[in-house]
């Protein structure tokens, strides 16, 4: 594996325990558990920086803030 391929590949946090840097996430749970505010949280996080979502003192590097794509959807039929 070249140096170029090893440095493409590697998984840079980018809110550390919940996201990855230039990656997709997903959040899947049942019902009434949060997924909705939890996704608010890492998109305001991942756009601002603000270092007291989710009661963590982690900060997200000025190069690695960014805008989100957020996509909401109960499933079932007609959701695809």
């Given at each position: 594996?070249?140096?170029?391929?090893?440095?493409?590949?590697?998984?840079?946090?980018?809110?550390?325990?919940f996201?990855l840097?230039?990656?997709?996430?997903?959040l899947v749970?049942?019902?009434?558990?949060?997924?909705?505010?939890?996704a608010?949280?890492?998109?305001y996080?991942?756009?601002?920086?603000?270092?007291n979502?989710?009661?963590?003192?982690?900060?997200?590097?000025?190069?690695?803030?960014?805008?989100?794509l957020?996509?909401?959807?109960?499933?079932?039929?007609?959701?695809?």
């Amino acid at each position: 594996m070249s140096a170029g391929t090893q440095e493409q590949d590697q998984l840079v946090p980018q809110i550390p325990g919940f996201t990855l840097l230039e990656r997709d996430a997903l959040l899947v749970g049942s019902g009434g558990v949060g997924k909705t505010l939890a996704a608010l949280g890492l998109s305001y996080q991942t756009a601002i920086g603000n270092p007291n979502v989710f009661d963590r003192a982690d900060e997200i590097k000025p190069e690695a803030l960014g805008a989100t794509l957020w996509i909401g959807t109960d499933g079932g039929d007609g959701a695809y």
